[in-house]
């Protein structure tokens, strides 16, 4: 009989040290976050790599000072990736790019629970223009 009430404190024990990653995150969205023009920094990419480089850790740098001084505001991570390489080539590429550059972000001091990661691939039309195509923008919503 002891051996239930063991398996429960035990899973009640590592429930307690989950990271705090996993926590519920802050109630908000990005719609309309690439609207925004007001402290939103670009991290480029090189063409079809996830990978950082230095300009993109100096710009995540940057970002990251200012979300740990306005610990208020949330911030969106919105990856883009060049069309080129298909629709689901293309979504996968700006959502690792996104996931890159929000654990450089959590590594720079940043709550992960503030931090929204998203693809962001423009229109598979041809015909919608796509600024910045290898980067991920970072945008530090206004303070509610």
């Known amino acids: 009989m002891r051996a239930p009430h063991m398996a429960g404190v035990l899973a009640a024990g590592l429930l307690a040290l989950a990271d705090p990653a996993a926590a519920q995150p802050r109630p908000f969205n990005c719609v309309g976050a690439e609207q925004l023009e007001d402290d939103v920094i670009a991290v480029p990419f090189a063409r079809n790599s996830t990978n950082l480089g230095p300009a993109g850790r100096s710009a995540i740098e940057a970002a990251a000072a200012l979300a740990r001084a ?9 990856g883009h990736a060049n069309r080129a390489a298909g629709a689901e080539t293309s979504t996968q590429i700006a959502a690792r790019r996104a996931r890159a550059v929000s654990l450089a972000l959590a590594q720079g001091g940043v709550e992960r629970d503030r931090v929204r990661a998203e693809a962001r691939v423009g229109a598979f039309s041809g015909r919608v223009a796509e600024p910045g195509a290898r980067a991920v923008t970072i945008v530090i919503l206004p303070a509610r």
């Open 70 to 78: 306005e610990p208020g505001r949330n911030i969106c991570v919105l």
